[in-house]
């Protein structure tokens, strides 16, 4: 295995003579950046099956994947990010089984991905996957976790089974309140094993699936071989890989990664769609907020004055979908409709690009902010919360015309 | 050290590192308080974590994380040897503290 890492340094090119992604390490919104430390410790590293990934922790492997990789429409498998809370389970399709019980499943079923394929309908989804942290690592404070940049996403066609048609044949009780996810993953020492729950409503919602491919390929282990949840629409966190265990339970699930953590202050950023988990002060971060992202030109990059140049990128919500991206050449004074590439689903990004011809010498400020069809906006101030979610900041990215 | 010289170290160490990119390639800056930081640490993950969350986090932020790892992960460590750690993270990878280094 070749496991060479490359420094992700201040100039462009360094060990090897691969050309360092820039925008890693570009200032976002109001000159917020990755701290120091994130950027001395992360380098290019290439997990097994992928290519070289800007590696933020190596064990558990945290990586992001360099934002040049969106200007594709669907993110390659193995450039895709990875996150894991512990070590990435080894597992082999022939012996993998999923077991559904509970006490409001009215029968306990366990199946092989044989029987899986055998007797249920496959479905397909294009949907975003993105880390409820990504972007952390550009909030000003900075707050502690992964210091994410802006690549702990991917989209994707997801393709498997509906969780709905497991969990009618398996039979779903009146009593039914959450259905709750746990895979092949294992806590380190007594630490609490990495388990989710889903509002019944959510879990039964007909694009919500067991996927066994991502872009018409086996999952990567290290994005949940051989089976995870996708739910469209909510971040990553309740899309848990590598699943062998479904419980209908009659109660909330209030294990740590439910209760304590993955929360954001009530209220804060609208109301909660998931009732069972609220408590008095919090509510889980559920559905992704609306957001944007200038893919190309790398920010930073130079331009040529009197020469046009395309910008493009992405924008992408919670499912309700994009309605307009704008842009604005002059801080914001005045916005412009940019170009909206074919919309490949709700739960899709949407690629956009805007074409401007940067006059004169100096610095060209671009700005970009998507509105989601349902009325949503991205947030022209950071809303600062203690996990540092849901950073959808309009983004800002200089130029440099010569 | 300066944060010029800090940055500078931490440049010259990662190319290094670059020959070989794994965890052995991470190491924290020397200081009193080290070898128990790298024992009681990397008992579950990689020490890029510290640096990682560097340079922000003033005593209580590590104090917290650190009290964390004991009391939900399960870190196996005595008071001793939590106050020597937190202790040892201030004083390098503290708010306040130089640029971090990773030599």
Redesign the interface.
Known sequence: MD?????L?TSGT???GLLVPRIVLAAGADGEAL????L????L?ALPGKRPLI??????PNYETPVEVFREAYTPNDAFYVRWH?AVPELALADWRLRIAGPAAQTPREYSHAEILRRFKWHEVAAVNQCSGNRRGLFS??V????WGYGAMGNAVWGGVRLKDLLEDAGIATAAVEVVANGADA??????DFVKSLPMWKALDPDTLLAFEMNGAPLPSSNGFPARLVVPGWTATYWIKSVTDVTVSDKAFDG?WMK?AYRVPKGMFGASDFDSQDTEQNSPITSIKVNSLIVGPAPGSALAAGRRVEVTGIAWDGGSGIRVVEVSLDGGATWRKAKLGRDLGRYSWRQWRYDFEPKAAGTATVLARAVARDGATQAEKLVHNPAGYHHNLVQRADYHVA | MSRKLGAAAALALSIVAAAQADESSVALAPGEGLERVQAACAMCHSLDYIVMNSPFQDRAGWEKTVTKMVKVMGAPLTAEDTAAIVAYLDARYGKVAPAPSTQ
Request: charged share 15%; aromatic share 8%.
């Open positions: 496991r060479r890492g490359f420094l340094g360094l060990a090897g701290p120091a430390g994130t001395a410790s992360s380098v590293d590696k933020r922790t190596f064990r558990p512990s404070p900075h502690p976790g992964v210091q806590p380190m020492l007594t630490g609490p740590f304590t």
